[in-house]
């Protein structure tokens, strides 16, 4: 898509692109592993995008959100609830629609900022092994799902 709309950009003389990541590029994630691998990709993309394009006045935002509450995630209990686990996508896309233009990164949404925040502190092997638990208790959450629905 980028190769598409960059020449009439450059042309315009202005322009932004917003790619979607995740915060998941932070953490090789067991059980999600390619997931979080292309976010990294994403977030990787995005940068030298940005710095590519930058002469041209075209702005290239990478957007880095935790968990946002869609149909995706509603089999979740724990991605469904409260603002920090399952961002109401209302509220997320208000606030990430805000930062257009002002940051090459954002995670979107204040709560999610400070999630990622306080996830840069940990040592990465400390990331892993809690992102492990978290994929494993959302698997099965997941396959308790499936059974409720053979179920019925």
């Not at 190769?3 to 990541?21: D, E, L, S």
């Not at 880095?64 to 995630?73: G, K, N």
């Not at 896309?93 to 233009?101: N, Q």
Request: charged residues 20%; aromatic residues 12%.
């Amino acid at each position: 898509m980028s190769r598409i709309v960059i020449p009439q950009m450059k042309k315009q003389g202005k322009g932004a692109i917003v790619n979607i990541a995740s915060s998941a590029h932070w953490i090789p994630t067991p059980l999600l592993a390619v997931y979080a691998a292309t976010k990294r990709y994403v977030r990787s993309l995005s940068l030298a995008m940005e710095r590519e394009l930058f002469k041209y006045n075209i702005t290239v935002q990478c957007v880095e959100p935790w968990f946002v509450r869609t149909e995706l995630t509603q089999f979740s209990e724990t991605l469904s609830r409260g603002t920090f686990f399952g961002t109401p996508v209302e509220a997320f896309t208000r606030s990430a629609v805000f930062t257009l233009g002002k940051t090459q990164e954002t995670t979107g949404y204040w709560a999610h900022g400070i999630m990622s925040f306080f996830l840069k502190l940990a040592p990465e092997w400390l990331r892993i092994r809690i992102s492990h638990a978290f994929s494993n208790h959302i698997r099965k959450e997941w396959l308790n799902n499936q059974v409720k629905e053979k179920e019925k």
